[in-house]
């Protein structure tokens, strides 16, 4: 018999009998059990559901629930190993505003081992850096529900289901809201009527009652989710937007109830609107920010969660977790599967669909060791494959992790508005209660007035407008982003692009296809193929593959015999050095022969395309003279780049000539060529002496001491493992549109956060003013509030629109 939890088979008489949600479940130990009842409790059965037939590791865990986030199964799923220390990303439950966040980030900060906390407003993620030998994760979640929120592993192939739950419980308290609005305001219209045509004070007390009835669900049940943001803001000293709404409404409901005895005009009304309204305003919010992260789901939504392997080709197959996969295993894939890992094909031939990882339209045929890559779709016939790397390193989760983490780094004029945001619940009560003061004490009007003029005053600010305003738009701006093949590894570097003025641009596998192709061969004296081959086989240069290619189309590596170099040096962008048979060979551009000694002749040939130059001791033996194409959409990238006033530089290290016709072509002005990598980086750093905002495109490979020195590193997607790891922007379909795009939609988002940042202030700036001079009543208030934040979203999810 299966256990419940990790279907796994026991004999019957080992399982644990439980009777759970009106049935029998049977368990292989308690550590299942915590699991089991903690998904239901959590409302995410749908995962046996996800798992369909697979199987799970035992959770190893004690009785209580909080314990099950210390068990194996969960740390090797969502912990990432960071040297000596852990990664875990939660996704916390009950933030409300920006404010909530400062309290997680300020108290989490403070506990002990844990020595990073970065959390993001937008999608609630908290990415910690903890020490595992002080803290457990199952603490950590105990301090976070210690302050009144709650927490579960940021898991993106469960995301829907939480926000679906979220939904739900927003559903069930509106609906109450909305039902007590409907018929309180029958009873409001009731009690106006009789101001005007007389009332009795019998049928006066009725109709008050009738309205703290429906009221109260409202505050109390409707409202519980400010309640509890309130009271956390209450109890640690930090105001937030739950405490100005509950304080308003509340105020109002206590006043209500002492005017009723009164005699007097009560605003039961007024409470039940202003819950609901807020409730409704904070429900758009949670789905417009659903709307804007649904492009980064959709990564994970493709991913498989289990495959078939065996151990051997000749071994059974059998469907395991993809998480479960080891380096070396071999994983069978059918027609119309999705590629879960990385790794080398076996079969002798297979069709696949890369679209997902470089946006290539056409499909690639694959030959026997070659690499096939996470995310790549099987088109037209099963095959097998031997697995490289892990389901965490292969290249479509280090893309997911990319665009995770790029949510995590704010750009720093988020900074300046959490600043603002962080102390603006407490200026506001201070403004509202000195409101009061001043209508009570110097106009002299009466108590309930200048009670209504601050309460309008403290629900009609906004502090979720200015948070939002950063956050939502660079969520959008990244989404959009992601759509047009682009990776940006940090928010922040959307607000960094948009200020860059000058693009440094290298040119082979950048501004030029990379595919270079031999055109023409000058031997001094006769080729030794086998010495030259076994040198160019070690460098992944396309100087270098390019003239293998022309070897091997050629017949030349047909009758040669492998041998094996006494000594190989690599040379980066010069070329490559190497010893054989008591003999030096050198392969490159002319500047590595020169510096080694080469005599070089007279007559040497120096044409305006890329030459390799083949020597051996101080004699060169043959120059092969290559040539590539430029990119098709290159030259009408380049001219609308510099339309918008971004000066392009080319900077390569191939011949000069040959960069003077590339850059001939394309209307660049300025170019070098023969530039070591050492020599860009140089060149890097004259330029931010000049005061310049630099942006760096290049292939990832030879270009990384550049990259990392400019502002922004934009790698080409031809190499997109190292592209990942040397950039801060990465173009999976290796066009320069993607760098024009990265230039646009960077400068866009900015934009759109400045104006989101001016909306939002001066919606602060009108109505608090109005507020306190008595023009706005607590009805419109609430209306108000909720409106100005549906308004940054909007605006923000207009990124979409260009």
Not at 269 to 282: D, N, P, Q
Not at 593 to 613: A, T, W
Not at 720 to 737: K, N, P, R, T, Y
Request: proline share 2%; aromatic share 10%.
């Amino acid at each position: 018999m299966q256990c419940s939890h990790c279907h796994l088979e026991f004999d019957e008489k080992r399982l644990l009998k439980v009777h759970i949600n009106g049935h029998d479940e049977y368990f292989c130990c308690k550590g299942c059990e915590g699991v089991y009842k903690l998904l239901y409790a959590e409302g995410l059965e749908d995962f046996y559901n996800k798992i369909g037939a697979n199987t799970l590791e035992p959770a190893k865990i004690l009785d209580e629930n909080l314990d099950s986030f210390d068990s194996t199964p969960f740390f090797e799923r969502y912990v990432r190993q960071k040297d000596n220390y852990c990664e875990l990303a939660l996704v916390l439950e009950r933030i409300h505003c920006i404010a909530c966040v400062w309290l997680n980030e300020k108290i989490l900060a403070k506990t002990t081992g844990i020595l990073k906390v970065n959390i993001n407003y937008t999608n609630n993620k908290a990415t910690l850096l903890y020490d595992p030998k002080s803290i457990k994760i199952s603490e950590i979640i105990q301090v976070i529900r210690s302050i009144g929120y709650d927490a579960h592993a940021y898991d993106p192939r469960l995301q829907e289901t939480y926000a679906q739950k979220e939904k739900r419980e927003y559903y069930i308290k509106m609906v109450v809201g909305i039902f007590c609005v409907m018929n309180i305001m029958w009873i409001a219209v009731a009690q106006y009527a009789g101001y005007f045509s007389g009332i009795t004070s019998q049928m006066r007390n009725i109709l008050n009652f009738a309205g703290f009835t429906l009221a109260t669900p409202v505050l109390f049940f409707s409202g519980i989710v400010f309640w509890r943001g309130a009271l956390s803001a209450f109890k640690y000293k930090t105001p937030n937007m739950d405490l100005l709404v509950i304080s308003g409404a509340s105020l109002a409901y206590l006043y209500s109830i002492y005017a009723s005895f009164k005699g007097e005009e009560t605003y039961f009304e007024s409470v039940a609107m202003i819950i609901t309204f807020v409730l409704i305003g904070k429900f758009l919010e949670v789905r417009g920010k659903k709307s804007a992260v649904d492009s980064l789901d959709k990564l994970n939504a493709q991913m498989p969660l289990s495959v078939r392997v065996a151990k051997s080709e000749s071994e059974e197959f059998k469907e395991v977790s993809v998480e479960s996969v080891c380096v070396g295993d071999v994983v069978q894939v059918f027609a119309g599967e999705r590629v879960a890992l990385d790794g080398v094909l076996l079969s002798e031939n297979a069709l696949c669909d890369e679209s997902a990882i470089n946006g290539e339209a056409l499909p690639r045929q694959k030959s026997a060791k070659d690499s096939i890559y996470s995310g790549s779709l099987a088109l037209d016939m099963p095959f097998l494959y031997r697995v490289s790397k892990t389901y965490k390193e292969s290249l479509m989760m280090q893309i997911v992790s990319l665009v995770e983490d790029s949510l995590n780094a704010r750009p720093k004029i988020q900074e300046m508005a959490n600043f603002i945001t962080r102390y603006f619940s407490s200026v506001i009560l201070s403004l509202a209660f000195g409101t009061f003061l001043y209508w009570e004490y110097v106009l002299n009007v009466s108590f309930d007035k200048a009670l209504m003029v601050m309460i309008s005053v403290i629900i009609i600010a906004c502090p979720c407008a200015l948070a939002l305003a950063t956050p939502i738009a660079s969520l959008v701006g990244l989404g959009e982003a992601l759509k047009h093949r682009i990776l940006f590894k940090e928010a922040r570097f959307l607000e960094t692009i948009a200020k860059a003025n000058i693009l440094v641009l290298d040119k082979t596998g950048t501004l030029t296809e990379g595919r270079l192709k031999v055109q023409n061969v000058r031997e001094f004296e006769r080729l030794d193929y086998g010495v030259l081959v076994a040198m160019l086989e070690q460098n992944a240069h396309p100087v270098s593959r390019g003239v293998l290619e022309f070897i091997k189309e050629s017949g030349g590596c047909e009758s040669l015999i492998k041998i094996k170099l006494d000594k190989i040096t690599q040379k980066s962008a010069r070329g490559i050095l190497a010893e054989w048979s008591g003999s030096v060979y050198l392969g490159g551009n002319l500047e590595l022969l020169k510096e080694h000694g080469v005599k070089i002749p007279q007559d040497l040939e120096n044409r305006d395309c890329s030459v390799f130059y083949f020597a051996k001791d101080t004699k060169i033996i043959a120059q092969f003279f290559l040539q590539d194409s430029i990119k098709q959409d290159a030259k009408i990238a380049i001219s609308k780049l510099q339309a918008k006033g971004i000066d392009c530089v080319l900077l390569s290290g191939d011949h000069l000539g040959v960069c003077e016709r590339v850059a001939g072509e394309l209307g660049i002005t300025e170019f070098y060529g023969n530039q070591s990598p050492l020599e860009k980086a140089d060149f890097i750093d004259k330029l931010h002496a000049q005061g310049k905002v630099v942006v760096m495109a290049g292939d990832g490979i030879n270009d990384s001491v550049a990259l990392s020195k400019s502002d922004i590193g934009i790698a080409m997607g031809g190499g997109i493992d190292l592209a990942i790891s040397v950039s801060d922007i990465v173009v999976l379909d290796d066009s320069m549109q993607g760098v024009l795009e990265s230039f646009r939609i960077g400068r866009r988002t900015y934009r759109f956060i400045l104006q989101n940042l001016a909306l939002s202030l001066l919606y602060n700036a009108l109505t608090i003013p109005l507020a306190m001079t008595g023009l706005v009543i607590p009805l419109i208030a609430a209306l108000s509030m909720s409106l100005s934040s549906l308004l940054v979203v909007g605006n923000s999810l207009r990124i979409k629109g260009e």
